[in-house]
């Protein structure tokens, strides 16, 4: 019912910057929060970045100054913009959407399946 749609992961060098999208499609009624999580090898997925329906974003510590969510409400897309990369960012990067489907009275969660992001010189 729900298909999410992940991009823009890859190789970069420290310092450099990296863009990941992710589109939510589908019987889809209304999204109450969008947000990021990744996780690195051989540790737990942690979160990175949240953005709630009213556009109040939260940020873990180790990437505030550097990274930035945003949204594109009307396309269903969440958006991570990720500058001065350094290579403890190197993760799979998961997006995920808290909504609601068509014909349904409560939210659900739903999950990409991940992107890499790999910061290397």
């Known amino acids: 019912q729900v298909q999410i749609a992940e991009s823009g992961g890859g190789v970069v060098r420290p310092g450099g910057s990296q863009r990941l999208s992710c589109v939510a499609s589908?019987?889809?009624?209304?999204?109450?929060?969008m947000g990021w999580y990744r996780q690195a090898p051989g540790r737990q997925r942690d979160s990175v970045a949240s953005?709630?329906?009213?556009?109040?974003?939260n940020y873990v510590e180790s990437v505030q100054g550097r990274f930035t969510i945003s949204r594109d409400i009307d396309k269903n897309t969440v958006y991570l913009q990720m500058n001065s990369l350094k290579p403890e960012d190197t993760a799979v990067y998961y997006c995920?959407?808290?909504?609601?489907?068509?014909?349904?009275?409560?939210?659900?969660?739903?999950w990409g399946h991940g992107t890499q992001v790999t910061v290397s010189s």
């Open positions: 589908g019987s889809i009624d209304s999204i109450y929060a």
């Open positions: 953005i709630s329906n009213a556009g109040i974003t």
């Open positions: 995920y959407f808290h909504l609601v489907l068509s014909g349904s009275l409560q939210y659900t969660e739903h």
